[in-house]
């Protein structure tokens, strides 16, 4: 059977060892017609008009929240992200973050970039304003944690041993992040504790409902004086005009985060980088060589690895003939399923069925070709979503 020549768009620059991991017959490009699948870094999504072609979404990243995920779901279409891979680029960001507020290097250099005269004249300035930007050292003071996955687990790590206290707070932590963590990590009961505790508080939530302003005017009234507020989470985390407040009031030292807004210009006290966290050569090849593996992986066999709507789903192939289902998570589907096959005389070789909140998904290996009127039949059954055949 002759290859597949599938379609990839992509919407932002894709690390070009990423785009090498998608097999050699596919047409990828910035303006591809019907594509099959979407990779995908920061592009806001939700106002684009998602082509009916698109099977898969590969975001090289870890948010989503550019992606209307909800929407895609009831399309059947999963969306892939990069867990982990960018963890180490964004973690070393930080510890440059606490370093900038700890030793006021922002500000140091402003001064500095302001001196003029003779040099003698600017070591005069400099001898007489250095006072001002006086700081302190992180070990022995206590560095809060606010979501302990794959990046906040890791900036912990490192805080422990640059001789740091580490409080941290996750309520849904995972066993791996978990494992992670050194022993020496305080477990706190509530975001209110970790403020109430830590000279230094950096945000590792992803933007849902949930978090959204998850640091307001109250919660950094609970904070204390002088700490220094790090965001490279998303902007919508924390209420910048709360933030902006606190800082003139001299209740926080500073503010360094990953996302400018025009609340936060020209403030002495703000650091706010162009959404830096992940932008390097070795974080922006992870996650591409990642998510482009797992894209063709889903596209060619249907096997469903690190989907943020759908359960991880795989089976080794001994089968010329798959077909992948994405179907909600009700009673009766895998029975529905069956029971269409075996009308239409196909043996099932192998089949796995698993689910994830509302949704689940179907691969099942028959022993002999699948007809175009099966695959109606079983598109048709209420609750299937997606149905795609894949010959090998
Ligand atoms: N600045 C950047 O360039 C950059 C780069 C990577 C990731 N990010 C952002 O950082 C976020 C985290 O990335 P990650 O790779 O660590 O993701 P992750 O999924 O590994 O970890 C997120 C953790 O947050 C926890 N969490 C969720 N809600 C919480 C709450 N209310 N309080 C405390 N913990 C909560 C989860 O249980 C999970 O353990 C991403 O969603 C993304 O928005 C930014
Ligand atoms: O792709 C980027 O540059 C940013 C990615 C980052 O925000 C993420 O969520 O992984």
């Not at 930007?133 to 906040?152: D, H, Q, S, W, Y």
């Not at 922006?284 to 990642?290: F, I, Q, R």
């Amino acid at each position: 059977m002759a290859e597949t020549a599938r379609k990839i768009l992509t919407l932002n620059a894709i690390s070009a060892r990423g785009l090498a991991r998608l097999p050699q017959h596919y047409v990828v490009g910035g303006d591809v017609a019907e594509p099959d699948g979407i990779l995908v870094r920061s592009a806001n999504m939700h106002d684009m008009d998602i082509p009916a072609s698109v099977r898969a979404i590969g975001r090289a990243g870890a948010g989503t929240n550019n992606i209307p995920v909800k929407k895609l779901s009831e399309r059947g279409v999963p969306v892939f992200n990069a867990p982990g891979a960018n963890a180490n680029a964004v973690k070393e960001l930080v510890i440059a973050g606490m370093l900038m507020g700890a030793r006021n290097l922002v500000p140091a250099l402003k001064f500095v970039e302001g001196l003029g005269g003779s040099d003698e004249e600017m070591h005069k300035a400099t001898e007489a304003g250095k006072k001002a930007f006086a700081g302190i050292e992180l070990p022995g003071r206590t560095l809060g944690v606010i979501g302990l996955g794959a990046i906040g687990s890791h900036i912990a790590e490192a805080a422990i041993r640059l001789g740091m206290q580490v409080v941290g707070y996750d309520p849904a932590i995972t066993v791996d992040a978990a494992w992670r963590l050194p022993s020496q990590v305080k477990r706190a009961e509530s975001v209110e504790d970790v403020l109430r505790m830590a000279d230094f508080v950096t945000l590792h939530v992803p933007l849902l409902d949930a978090t959204r302003n998850l640091i307001n005017a109250q919660r950094i009234g609970l904070m204390r004086p002088g700490a220094v507020l790090l965001n490279f989470a998303r902007e919508g985390v924390v209420d910048n005009a709360a933030v902006v407040e606190a800082l003139d009031a001299g209740k926080l030292h500073a503010y360094i985060c990953d996302f400018p807004a025009n609340a936060l210009k020209g403030h002495a006290r703000v650091v706010a980088l162009p959404h830096l966290g992940a932008s390097t050569e070795e974080a922006e090849e992870n996650c591409a060589v990642m998510v482009a593996g797992q894209l063709a992986d889903y596209l060619e066999h249907g096997n469903i690895l690190n989907s943020v709507n759908f359960p991880n789903v795989s089976m080794a192939r001994e089968s010329a003939f798959r077909l992948a289902i994405a179907n909600a998570n009700v009673p009766n589907m895998v029975g529905q399923i069956s029971a269409a096959l075996a009308a239409a005389g196909l043996n099932i070789h192998n089949m796995v069925n698993k689910s994830k909140g509302d949704m689940a998904y179907t691969l099942v290996d028959v022993d002999s070709a699948v007809s175009g009127d099966l695959i109606r039949t079983l598109a048709a059954i209420e609750g299937v979503l997606a149905v795609r055949y894949l010959p090998a």
